[in-house]
């Protein structure tokens, strides 16, 4: 039976991962899945590993609170000892957080296979620490699974059809996650009584370029109090936002709500008129959920939502903000393309990873 450690550690983590442990299961692969706690409070964790049915975590690292450097270091320390007794045959790792270098850093330095799921997304913006982690990911890992024409394409242009790596297509687990859980969203949530508004858009501020520019921040709250005038604004807050926002003494006039489990998440999503977000998930799930967005940064990853109209970058600027919405709020798409493989990305993932 093939051994495979996966190495999770923020919320989007805990979702991707809910896919492939599912099909993990159906195809007799042993998982033992390292928690390195990144992501630690009940609301950004626990809920997520209860909802989704994530199997019981092997090991849990408790690193969160520090530094990039600090934290990715004590990561690595702790995934290798792991990686020593354990002995896997891979280590699956996802997305672009300090939790996915470090996992696949750990593996590598071993002669351990690493495989990166959502691998070859760039968004050509190197002072994000995600796009560091993603291309150091990229380069160390063996088995890449790609959810996009355009993140094959960034991999080809970096030259990796001369390296010893398996490039793979297969979609965006991220779909699979959003069709697999929407009915049980359905019975489950009840968030849509509770905010009680008939109306209403969904936005989500956490990405490190909003929060830690005082100027972006403020920007980015007058622009959505702004649009609250019109449509009432509903924010799921992020941790470090909320306190980012109490340091600097700003009140938002919008609806703040604690960061909601991922049930309430698609309820949200479903329920809203259009999404605001600086988020890389919540870009897709919009798509999902057959939303338009208006992203609250310079680039995305996603490049085909914006090549097909349904996502508009605005950055901070509070008057491409206006617009976009203008624009936006009165469209309406068909959302049927096919851009993310249509749920089944996870399986296919599964099928290599159990073969390779
Ligand atoms: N999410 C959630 N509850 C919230 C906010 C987000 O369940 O209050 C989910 C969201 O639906 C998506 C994931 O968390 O699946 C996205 O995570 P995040 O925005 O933190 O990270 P990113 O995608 O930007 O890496």
Redesign the pocket.
Known sequence: MKKIITVVG???QF?KAATLSRQFQLLGIEEIIIHTGQHFDVNMSDVFFEEMEIPKLAYRLDIHGLTHGAMTGRMLEGIESILLKEKPDGVMVF?DTNSTLAGALAASKLHIPVIHVEAGLRSFNMEMPEEINRILTDRISNLLFCPTNAAVNNLLREGFETMPVKIIKNGDV?QDAAMYYAEKAEKKSDIIKQIALPKFVLA?I??QENTDSPKNLKNIIAGLNEINLQIPVVV?I?PRTRNILSQMNIVPEFKLID????FD?IMLLKSCELVITD????QK?AFFFGKHCITLREQTEWVELVENGFNILVGSDVEKLQNAFRILNLKTSDFAIDLYGKGQAAEGAAREISLF
Request: aromatic share 4%; no cysteine.
């Open positions: 923020a919320r989007p979702i997305g991220m989500t956490h990405r799921p992020h960061p909601v489990g991922y998440m988020s890389g998930g919540v799930e």
